[in-house]
């Protein structure tokens, strides 16, 4: 009951939000492709430029799904940080530990990643980390507990089981699935990044 009561939620939103967040929202959203409610076939009127904006801001932080102080944070780190303010913030977004574990195919969706983080399955380097927010250093080992290899969500994985839902594996990580491990080899650039944004209207929102 619990997971279709979180399936419903992510379908509902994908669809306010425009974009598909996990492979089950996917199949709700390709049949509704349209916001939730009893007036969402209707045309909407036009959006205000701040609607635009925090829409925009909102997918991004859902297809993370990190909450607005976690997002404020890092946004202020990437305006201070050399470089487009925007693309910064998806790079640092994108180095976030349990991102990373959805990127190699450990896990199916951004919120099973952070599971397995939080359970504490997770390693960088030798070392447990239970913080999704952990930031990976180019170089560093993500690998799997050698106690947690045996378990199912595992298994699936290494079995490549997620590679069906999921993007390819972008060029920064160098994943080796079955032995559940993957290395961050370089920082990440914003155009290998798998995720739907338009940065600058994002960077607008914060800068209002």
């Known amino acids: 009951m619990a997971n279709n009561t979180r399936a419903r939620r992510q379908a509902r939103a994908s669809r306010a939000l425009g974009i598909a967040l996990t492979p089950k929202a996917a199949k709700y959203f390709e049949r509704r492709p349209y916001p939730p409610g009893e007036h969402g ?68 969706t951004i919120a099973q990643a952070r599971q397995l983080v939080v359970h504490r399955h997770i390693m960088v380097d030798g070392a447990r980390v239970d913080r999704p927010s952990f930031r990976v250093s180019e170089g560093q080992l993500i690998h799997v507990h050698q106690r947690s290899e045996t378990m199912t969500p595992f298994q699936v994985a290494a079995a490549g089981a997620h590679r069906d839902v999921l993007p390819a594996v972008p060029g920064y990580l160098d994943v080796s699935l079955d032995k559940l491990q993957a290395r961050l080899v370089r920082r990440p650039k914003r155009s290998e990044i798998p995720v739907t944004c338009e940065e600058q209207l994002v960077v607008e929102y914060y800068a209002r």
């Open 41 to 108: 076939r209707a045309r909407r009127k036009q959006d205000s430029d701040y609607a635009v904006r925090l829409r925009e801001k909102q997918r991004l932080r859902a297809q993370y799904g990190i909450r607005e102080a976690q997002m404020t944070r890092v946004f202020e780190e990437a305006r201070r940080t050399a470089g487009l303010t925007g693309e910064n913030l998806i790079e640092l977004l994108e180095m976030r530990l349990d991102a990373l574990v959805l990127r190699a195919g450990f896990a199916r």
